[in-house]
């Protein structure tokens, strides 16, 4: 297959208009492969991309600076989630297949026979990332789980690595062409305009984003705006707050710094779920340990505006009077910057969160001194909707289980004694989390449940066997789990 | 217990901020109750009201008009529902628990341990439905299910029955109060302006609605637009349409005929799947039918909001230039109207579908005659978002394989040879649909199903036993079906 490396320019109009026909005539087609197809085509595109590997890590190289163990432990876990969604649907639970038998006895009067299943939703709009090249974009989690689901894809490129998109882009269609796919079940776009205008087309009928703040609640607002509004997941900000107990300070301080230093500057501190914000006790001595630890070397940042972007929200921060440096690299400012601690106290945050609960995406957080453990719950209490929350503490920790509860009102994900960087592709994953983590709470970005976010029922009443779908047909000619009468079957 | 019957005022400012704060304050005590706690909650509500049943359905009528028999299947209906839903959290199927055990071997790299339920999103605002005054109001599904849930409850009555309204929230209250429930759990709110501005505060978290298409939009966008958008799940509009296929017609017209008008009539057309419309062939004798079969006598519309919208509608479609009457009931306009048919063809629908697929609300539907068979395809194209759609075949209908699959597109719940009105509340129901139908196409208001919606998934990663939610301890102490290590064990 080749590969062109040359650089894709926005898609035009009459372009887009294809793509967007493409998709709407590829949606009933995909609709109606079966769960096998779809799984064998999802196989065949992780084994493209294995086969392209060397290639494609050399052009993210290029593009976004991240390095090469990186981006193969990224590619690793993109062509891994392609064949776990393969062999999810090709298990059979994603369609929550329900049968009602029709009953005159039932409480509330006779009951009809009612089954239903979940359907793909249609097209889908996927705004790629930045920061993952791989698992957050072309091939990424949402691509995986919308063609799993049944609904094409149109691509929205992320600008920051625009020729590595068209190149896997090239890859997916080829490897979806080759395993028998419709035409215009995947298709890519560029440019912000192409983006936005698709987001207004009636024959997108669902879109996912991830990025920043101020981009996903502006794509989210034009999707609402809708005369038919569509779902829309986007997966905004997080700082991830850690809070630190006074006994695991005592009995593990030094050891949590250094794993603390680790996970925030793990990527140049660019993953959502960087630890930005570190809680420990004054007196701990841990925010001596953070100022004396060796900080890894300046690393390059995906691109400018990842860069610029880093700075303002550094210089916000750093300028804010209650805020003082505690590693105070020469270069925190600089292109490649260094990592940077910053230091204030907990009573400073309760006084003004919202500038001091603030993202900075790059290698730098804020260290948080506290002097009475309440002041953790009080940090909990104030703080928006998260990805994660992290405690570090001791097993017979008092004030456990009240943060515990604060925290799982706040956040997706909460861990306890390790770190939220790193995101398993899982069964149990939760990647999201109340806004501004995510425009939508309950839906997930990561793991095998991000399927359902592209799904809605359908329910079939008094319909004869010949006219059910498979999944809802008396024999269970699909041998799926199916909940009969209200009752889970295996 | 004393029920009042004097009218209620609109909720005061004051007594708004009181409940949104009783609601808080209840979230995590309701929340951290057992599923047990809560489903005896929901039995003595449910009795409660059987209680008080001869008094609620006397003040009902009152102030609805509908039938004594009918209120009373209602109120059967709405108490089979809250016992249901007690079964279901006892059951523990709806926190969809997770387990994912540490694996060392996992694909993409090793796997931490990771384990998942679904817990309620707090305080939940329900606007209450018109048209059904205990299954969609005070006690109704989203009550029901968001109590269930585990979340508060601020119900925003309905102007048109507001005494019966208070007395149900009295009985409500007081039922909960009497089964250990927290102050604040559930709470009655009155007039327009305290549901907006409760829709406007933060402490909700959550939304529901059955009503118009242009309210429900209105209070769309209000949760859409703020600083953290919430779920809305609004319950539209719906025309239903009704296919007669050319076969059914010829082996069975004349009890279609009656079928229809028995369900286009039920409760005076007041139904949300009220069929308004329905296809069949030119020259089959169907129409002449319709127009000979005896209609039901006028009955009293629920309010007068909803009479003078009903005349509206019908006389917009009356003055369609290719709609002509067909039941010519001269008291069509009046208040009790009589029951009217219009008639037009499948091609003025095709050319001029935004005007005649159009709601009326209210005893009054449009048959459409077809000359082509192929025509039924390409209205159900041409319709927009559906609660129900209704096929009348034969088995070996040719037609019937590609008119389900488009219909499974547009429509919630497709029906066969049964009529959408009487919507059962079981394990598989789906009553929802794509845009206008509802404002959330994956969610459904009536069924088991419908706790979902007020539900968001926690990841706990790491966590000790003692730590962890009941549903996700290792000796699973709560005997719940759980999903480990992506296999679901019953």
Redesign the interface.
């Known amino acids: 297959m080749a590969l062109t490396t040359t650089l894709p320019g926005p898609t035009t109009a009459q372009a887009l208009e294809a793509i967007l026909t493409g998709a709407e005539t590829a949606a ?1 087609i995909w609709a ?1 492969t079966t769960a096998e197809e779809r799984a064998s085509a999802l196989h065949h595109v992780a084994d493209r991309l294995d086969d392209a590997a060397e290639r494609l890590i050399e052009v993210a190289h290029e593009e976004t600076h991240l390095t090469g163990a990186r981006l193969q ?1 990224e590619l ?2 993109t062509t ?2 392609l ?2 969604f393969a062999e999810m649907v090709a298990e059979g ?1 994603h369609t929550d297949a ?3 038998y029709a009953d005159p006895d ?4 006779p ?2 026979d ?3 299943r979940l ?1 793909p ?2 097209p889908v709009l996927v705004f790629a990332g930045s920061n993952f090249p791989f698992a957050f974009s072309v091939a990424g989690g949402d691509t995986s789980s919308a063609l799993a689901a049944g609904c094409p894809v149109i691509l929205k490129a992320h600008s920051g690595h625009p020729r590595l998109s068209a190149m896997t882009a090239a890859i997916v269609s080829g490897a979806l062409e080759e395993a028998g796919a419709p035409a215009g079940v995947f298709s890519i776009i560029f440019g912000t305009e192409s983006g936005r205008v698709a987001l207004m087309d009636e024959r997108v009928k669902a879109s996912s984003f991830t990025g920043s703040i101020p981009g996903g609640r502006a794509l ?2 034009i999707a ?2 809708r005369p ?2 569509i ?1 829309f997941y986007g997966e905004l900000g997080s700082v991830n707050p850690t809070f630190v107990t006074r006994k695991a300070a005592k009995a593990r301080g030094e050891q949590i710094a250094h794993e603390f230093v680790d996970s925030y500057t793990l990527g140049a501190g660019q993953f959502c779920t960087k630890p930005g914000i570190l809680l420990v006790p004054a007196a701990s001595g841990m925010v001596e340990s953070l100022a004396d630890i060796q900080h890894p070397a300046p690393a390059t940042l995906l691109n400018d505006r990842i860069q610029s972007g880093y700075v303002d929200a550094l210089e916000r921060l750093a300028q804010h009077p209650d805020v003082t440096p505690l590693v105070t690299a020469s270069g925190a400012y600089d292109a490649p910057p260094a990592p940077t601690l910053m230091h204030t106290t907990a009573a400073s945050v309760l006084a003004d969160p919202q500038a001091l609960i603030a993202e900075c995406f790059g290698p730098a957080a804020l260290v948080v001194s506290y002097y009475n453990e309440s002041e953790l719950l009080d940090v909990a209490r104030v703080i ?2 998260q990805l994660t929350a992290t405690i570090h503490g001791e ?1 017979d920790d008092e004030i ?2 009240e943060l ?2 604060l925290l ?2 706040k ?8 770190w939220p960087t790193g995101v ?7 990647h ?1 989390g ?3 983590a995510s ?4 839906s ?1 970005s990561v793991g ?2 991000a399927i ?2 592209f ?10 066997q ?2 059910l779908p498979q999944e809802l047909q008396d024999g269970n000619p699909l041998e799926i ?1 199916r ?1 009969v ?2 009752v ?1 079957q ?1």
């Open positions: 009933p109606e432990g690793k876990r891994f989630q064949r776990l639970s329900r049968i009602d039932w409480g509330m009067g009951r009809p009612i089954r239903r359907e939703m249609g989210l607002d609402n705006a038919e509004p779902p928006d909707g097993e456990a289980p515990i509860r799982s009102r956040a997706g994900r909460l861990l306890w004694n390790q398993s592709v899982t069964y149990a994953q939760h999201g109340p806004y501004p425009t939508s709470s309950s997930t095998t449940a359902f976010r799904l809605r029922p359908v329910a079939y009443q008094g319909m004869p010949h006219l789990s909940r009468n209200g889970q295996l």
